[in-house]
């Protein structure tokens, strides 16, 4: 009963704070847990739906997403192997929305990168991935988790065999990728980020996505 109880507070609670669409889920939720100051919400997040007892699809996929974002802020590696599980199990059975989609292929982008020699297999997986999302989608924040993961597989990757094609696929669509969010920051920015702020009509670019850009393009 409690965790019945548990699971009806958070589907109010996710109402209140986000605009659902496809997986209860959409680029300003998922904005607001990657440009927070430190990981309290975060780690809040997680706990709830690690919570359920019995989650539905809607709530595995939530959780994936968190565990990247996660990944991101710690590097430690079991978050981003909780992701990947959770959408293994999922992407066979089920049809996700694009931005669904650009997180699965920077799941498959983070197990290459912690093998020894890049996985072609899961190379492969960030790759189709990738593809499956319109080259000139109008979604800056979509374009901004393909173009930044792209662009940093691209340049590890050594020029040889399939893994030349991969890399060369790889920089050209996060060079791309990264260009268009920066004249998406020109068009329209903020300082920073609040979820009650947030004009999702003009959809602002944050001045830290900015900044995240040009420390990888520096790299």
Sequence with gaps: MRKAILHLFFFIF?????????????????????????????????????????????????????YIH???????????????????ILK????????????????????????????????KA?????RSIPEHIENWFIRFLRGTSCYEVGKKLPDIWI???????????????????LSCHDKANILSFTLSGYDRKRKPVPESVRKTIEEILEK
């Design 92 to 123: 066979d059975s089920h049809l996700p929305d694009y931005l669904v989609i650009a997180y699965m292929g920077m799941s498959s982008s983070f197990q290459a990168k912690k093998k020894t020699i890049f996985g072609a297999d899961d190379l």
């Design 14 to 66: 996710s109402a209140m704070i986000t605009v659902v669409h496809g997986y209860g889920i959409d680029e300003v939720w998922a904005m607001y847990y990657m440009t927070q100051a430190d990981d309290s919400e975060l780690d809040r997040e997680i706990g709830v739906y690690e919570a359920i007892s019995s989650p539905i699809p809607e709530d595995d996929i939530s959780l994936a997403i968190l």
């Design 70 to 88: 996660k990944y991101l802020r710690t590097g430690k590696t079991v978050y981003s192997d909780k992701a990947h599980k959770r959408f293994k």
């Design 163 to 181: 893994m030349g094609e991969i890399k060369k696929e790889a920089l050209d669509m996060g060079k791309a990728d990264l260009a268009y969010v």
């Design 126 to 130: 960030m790759a189709a991935s990738f």
